[in-house]
């Protein structure tokens, strides 16, 4: 809880973008744009033989064209005991189409490198197609990824990763939405959907001042999923 504070109290300094925790990614790139995010997950489980996960995040990034941004992201994670620094991600989304009276949807790729600072944990390389559309009522983004480990703890298939969110515009200021997080496992020897990690939940989207934020609760829809999830994170672009 201490690195929790930590991370809240840095994000409070300075703080409409939010933290890659358990995230539905946006592929819109605004060039000069500053971005600072923090925020963590809570993943509980009613068996009492399974330990909760947490994991805390902070994320600072920026867009040096209109069509690329780049992001460095830092976790910890928690099981047992105090946390631990898990992982160094380095994040880069390319925007290759804009909605307008043209194109229905924004469409980009998100190409990442994860170094692991755990023992047992090997780094990943990942790639994900981000898109949206907007409308005058709903905001909605799908992600769709792959990753793959490596190094000498690797291991060598495939794993699928799904990601969808609709937003309700209820005001600028104030979106609730419903988020689905999906994670296939391995694609090489696809398991069934029990065995598979998928969960869902409302999330709340919105700011107040110049902080960005969302909250969200989520279910677990498969055996393999936590039985409830909660996240938080806050951001700040400038």
Do not use: C
């Given at each position: 809880?201490?690195?929790?504070?930590?991370?809240?109290?840095?994000?409070?300094?300075?703080?409409?973008?939010?933290?890659?925790?358990?995230?539905?990614?946006?592929?819109?790139?605004?060039?000069?744009?500053?971005?600072?995010?923090?925020?963590?997950?809570?993943?509980?489980?009613?068996?009492?033989?399974?330990?909760?996960?947490?994991?805390?995040?902070?994320?600072?990034?920026?867009?040096?064209?209109?069509?690329?941004?780049?992001?460095?992201?830092?976790?910890?994670?928690?099981?047992?005991?105090?946390?631990?620094?898990?992982?160094?991600?380095?994040?880069?989304?390319?925007?290759?189409?804009?909605?307008?009276?043209?194109?229905?949807?924004?469409?980009?790729?998100?190409?990442?490198?994860?170094?692991?600072?755990?023992?047992?944990?090997?780094?990943?390389?990942?790639?994900?197609?981000?898109?949206?559309?907007?409308?005058?009522?709903?905001?909605?983004?799908?992600?769709?990824?792959?990753?793959?480990?490596?190094?000498?703890?690797?291991e060598s298939d495939l794993a699928g990763d799904v990601r969808a969110s609709v937003r309700y515009k209820w005001s600028d200021d104030f979106k609730p939405a419903i988020d689905y997080l999906g994670d296939t496992g391995s694609l090489h020897h696809?398991?069934?959907?029990?065995?598979?990690?998928?969960?869902?939940?409302?999330?709340?989207?919105?700011?107040?001042?110049?902080?960005?934020?969302?909250?969200?609760?989520?279910?677990?829809?498969?055996?393999?999923?936590?039985?409830?999830?909660?996240?938080?994170?806050?951001?700040?672009?400038?």
């Amino acid at each position: 809880m201490k690195l929790l504070a930590l991370f809240l109290s840095a994000s409070l300094v300075s703080w409409p973008a939010v933290a890659g925790v358990l995230s539905v990614s946006s592929p819109d790139v605004k060039q000069g744009e500053w971005s600072v995010e923090t925020g963590m997950s809570w993943e509980m489980h009613d068996d009492s033989e399974k330990d909760d996960f947490r994991e805390y995040v902070f994320e600072i990034g920026y867009s040096p064209t209109y069509f690329w941004n780049t992001a460095f992201e830092f976790s910890a994670e928690q099981q047992e005991g105090n946390a631990e620094y898990g992982v160094m991600a380095w994040k880069n989304t390319l925007q290759f189409v804009k909605q307008n009276s043209e194109f229905p949807l924004s469409a980009g790729l998100r190409l990442q490198y994860e170094k692991a600072h755990l023992d047992g944990e090997a780094d990943e390389i990942a790639a994900r197609l981000l898109l949206r559309h907007q409308n005058k009522i709903l905001d909605t983004r799908f992600n769709i990824g792959v990753e793959r480990e490596i190094g000498s703890d690797a291991e060598s298939d495939l794993a699928g990763d799904v990601r969808a969110s609709v937003r309700y515009k209820w005001s600028d200021d104030f979106k609730p939405a419903i988020d689905y997080l999906g994670d296939t496992g391995s694609l090489h020897h696809l398991q069934d959907f029990e065995n598979q990690d998928h969960r869902i939940g409302p999330v709340l989207y919105g700011s107040f001042d110049d902080i960005s934020y969302e909250a969200g609760y989520l279910i677990g829809l498969s055996n393999k999923a936590s039985d409830q999830t909660l996240k938080i994170a806050f951001g700040l672009s400038f």
